[in-house]
């Protein structure tokens, strides 16, 4: 392992599982379902826990290993572990503390498979939740109730890209003994660090901007060292484990997070400009924008404004899918983070389970796309959304 770094950089390139015999530079792949003990009494005292090492890759696999250990100094954690993908992630941080009669405090934007583990998974183990909204924060804690364990939040929040401010909402979980658990997928470590203003437990989906190039499923939660215990213990009697190969291939992504993110960012602001001043466009939503509602916590709390820019094309639902279908080369697919810039369509995809009532009130509206801004040359990004725009004018306006 190389000695921490004050540098981002470094550390997320420069932190390595030992070297083996074979003085490779890179770390290999272990491609093995278990390990081997020097004798008896080295198993005994793994299993108790006595002494630290591999037993089995659904517990432990260095590759894993040495991707939680640049995570936790990127995020300024002092655990983590890997999981399968970004919703195991998401589902333990939270039910690895709960049990049945507790209640979960969270804020109404959240990802959809985030709102239907709450909302669904949850109540059938008799664990309530209460939603409270970005907009009126005096809401908050009058719902914070006497069996009330988690306080559950990202931001900036998928896809309205709404902001929360860390550091109060810290204070409040902090107030009131909640566990404050905050999702940075879309920030990641490099643009905020949810730690520094009193989160105990950060998740992150790893296949977003983590991976960044659209190759792998993977997820990872960093917290405290006893808040990942418990996180560990579920996870290891459950069995959402990453594999040793998606485990290698986000260590090495890391290596690239930081210029990949400026790139994003840098992408995604100048998009987001364009789009702000086109006629065709009825509202923009970036966070790094002036016209963002929280543009002033934005910038205090994140370093860059981050590689999503949600927008509505005039017209609604129906002109924003003949827009969608006139894209040429940015992808429609459901996902982000990529090298390759992506469309989603959130109301009839990722967020499709919610209702309509429930959308409108996280500022999901019927025609609102989300791009997920890449790192082509931002001229061609913007030539093609420009010509996808022009095509999809209704011809009642075109003859008028």
């Given at each position: 392992?190389?000695d ?9 390139i420069?932190?390595?599982v ?8 890179s ?10 003990f020097?004798?008896?009494e080295?198993a005994?005292?793994?299993?108790a826990?006595?002494q ?12 894993n290993?040495?991707?939680v250990?640049?995570?936790?100094l990127l ?13 195991a992630?998401?589902?333990?941080s939270?039910?690895?503390?709960l049990?049945a009669?507790d209640?979960?405090?969270?804020c ?9 583990i ?5 109540p059938?183990?008799g664990?309530?939740?209460t ?8 809401s908050?804690?009058?719902?914070v109730?006497?069996n009330?364990?988690v ?5 900036p929040?998928?896809?309205a890209?709404?902001i929360?401010d860390?550091?109060w909402?810290g ?8 566990l404050y658990i ?9 643009l905020?660090?949810?730690?520094q ?18 190759r792998?499923?993977g ?11 418990e ?11 990453l594999?040793?190969?998606?485990g ?5 992504s ?5 210029i ?9 602001l100048?998009?987001?400009q364009?789009?702000?001043?086109h006629e ?11 016209s ?6 934005a ?5 860059l404004?981050?590689?999503l ?6 017209g609604?639902?129906?002109?924003g899918?003949d827009?969608?279908?006139?894209l040429q080369?940015i992808?429609?697919?459901a ?5 390759r ?9 990722t ?6 009532e ?8 019927p025609g609102?796309?989300?791009i ?10 913007i030539a ?6 022009r095509a999809?004018?209704?011809a009642?306006?075109?003859q008028?």
């Open positions: 392992m190389q921490n770094s004050e540098h981002f950089e470094t550390n997320a420069r932190t390595q030992t070297r083996s015999g074979e003085r490779e530079h770390a290999p792949i272990y491609a093995t379902s278990s390990f081997v020097n004798d008896a080295h005994r005292a793994l299993f826990n006595e630290e090492g591999n037993i089995y890759s659904r517990y432990s696999n260095p590759n290993d040495e991707f250990q640049k995570m936790c995020e300024g954690t002092e655990d983590g572990i890997a999981l399968a993908s970004g919703m992630a998401m589902f333990l939270m039910a690895s503390f049990k009669g209640h979960v405090l969270a109404r934007s959240l990802f959809g498979s985030t709102h239907q709450i909302t669904q998974v949850f059938r183990w664990i309530s939740h939603y409270v909204d970005i907009d009126k924060p005096d908050w804690e009058t719902a109730q006497d009330t364990k306080l559950f939040i990202e931001t929040s998928n896809p890209l709404d929360i860390l550091e909402a204070k409040l979980a902090k107030k009131h003994e909640l905050v999702d940075n997928c879309f920030a990641t470590p490099y905020q660090t949810p730690v203003f009193g989160a105990d437990v950060v998740t992150h989906s790893a296949t977003k901007f983590i991976d960044g190039q659209g792998t499923i997820g990872i939660v960093l917290g405290t060292k006893a808040a990942i215990e996180v560990r213990f579920m996870a290891r009697h459950t069995g959402p484990a594999s040793p190969f998606n290698w291939i986000l260590s090495k890391l290596e690239t997070l930081s990949r993110m400026e790139k994003h960012c840098d992408n995604a100048k998009l987001a364009y789009l702000e001043k065709e466009v009825s509202f923009v939503k970036y966070p790094f924008l002036p963002h509602p929280q543009y002033d916590l910038k205090k709390q994140m370093r404004g981050g590689g820019v949600s927008f509505e094309v005039k609604g639902v129906n002109r899918r827009f969608l279908n006139a080369m992808s429609f697919t996902n982000l983070g990529d090298t810039t992506i469309a989603t369509h959130p109301a009839s995809t967020h499709s389970k919610l209702s309509d429930e959308r409108m009130a996280v500022g999901i509206s609102l796309i989300r997920s801004t890449g790192l082509e040359h931002i001229d061609d990004i093609d959304i420009e010509q996808a725009i999809s004018v209704p009642t306006q075109i008028g």
